[in-house]
């Protein structure tokens, strides 16, 4: 019996969310389901964070205790065999069995991505919020900034869970523009349910002009939920990376063939 972590990728909208539910496909039940093909019994996946129907994952953590003899990529590429379309186990690793995906973990970072077009596109609607408004980015560079620091956020989390503390540090909140969209960018040592998705439905009022850069301090101060914007869609939003003490998955991922991929002689 051994401790593994896993590196996991999906598409949310394919999955009523993290957490394993009764009659409903989850991805933590497809993982769990895909170990019970493979190892014949039933084994509990524990994720770093369960994210909402809809949201996505790049790079989510799980560990989970295995007894096998298979060494860990003949697991990834019986796991990825075995699961339904819409997650991939990128990586996986034995680790340490004092490692917890959760308690471990020192705090996460989450992209939120903005189309701006002037019509929504055909293609990735499930991927991406839109707006065809006119925004202001200085205006919401300076909200953005205001978010960072530790803080109450009880007015930016909504009453889905109850937490005895709401006060987090964010690191960094960023907004990075393109060409016909933007990405924020949020960095802290955990979020309250939907914190982050009140934090870009405010920015996006603020980028709009029915809110001010202010309303933020006085959100932090007040601690009233009708302070800040609306939730922002969860089909922008995607858990980036979970940050730990401890190096995790180092190196390039190496296959059969080599280093996917194309490189340099």
């Known amino acids: 019996m051994r401790t593994v972590r896993a590196e996991i990728a999906y598409d949310g909208s394919r999955f009523h969310g993290w957490q394993r ?14 170990l019970a093909c493979l190892l014949e019994t039933l084994v ?11 949201v996505h994952a790049l790079r989510q953590v799980a560990h989970f205790h295995v ?52 019509f929504p596109s055909p293609i990735g609607a499930q991927f991406q919020h839109w707006t065809n408004q006119s925004l202001d ?9 205001r978010m960072q ?3 109450d956020f009880v007015a930016f989390g909504n009453a889905g869970s109850v937490r005895k503390r709401t006060v987090r540090t964010v690191h ?25 998705r009140n934090m870009v439905g405010t920015l996006i009022d603020v980028g709009r002009g029915r809110r001010t850069a202010d309303t933020v301090d006085e959100a932090l101060r007040s601690g009233e939920r009708e302070a800040v914007g609306p939730t922002a869609p969860a089909c922008g939003l995607y858990l980036g990376r ?16 080599g280093v996917p991929g194309v490189f340099p002689a």
């Not at 539910?21 to 895909?34: I, K, M, N, R, Y």
């Not at 339904?84 to 990586?91: K, Y």
């Not at 980015?137 to 900034?145: F, P, T, V």
């Not at 960094?172 to 982050?196: C, D, S, W």
Request: some cysteine.
């Open 21 to 34: 539910q009764d009659g409903f496909l989850s991805v933590q039940g497809a993982v769990e389901d895909a």
């Open 44 to 54: 509990t996946v524990h994720g770093a964070g369960r994210t909402d129907r809809g």
């Open 67 to 118: 007894d096998t003899r298979l060494e860990d990529d003949r697991v990834r590429h019986a796991l990825n065999y075995h699961l339904v379309d819409g997650v991939v186990i990128n990586r996986l690793e034995t680790c340490s069995e004092k490692f917890h995906a959760r308690f471990s973990a020192r705090g996460k970072r989450y992209f939120y991505l903005v189309a701006t077009s002037r």
């Open 137 to 145: 980015l200085a205006a919401m560079r300076d909200a953005a900034r």
């Open 149 to 151: 620091g530790t803080h």
């Open 172 to 196: 960094g909140v960023r907004v990075l523009a393109r060409r016909e969209r933007f990405v924020v960018v949020v960095q802290g040592n955990g979020f309250l349910y939907n914190m982050v």
């Open 242 to 257: 979970v940050l730990y003490p401890e190096p995790t998955f180092v190196g390039r991922d190496r296959g059969p063939a």
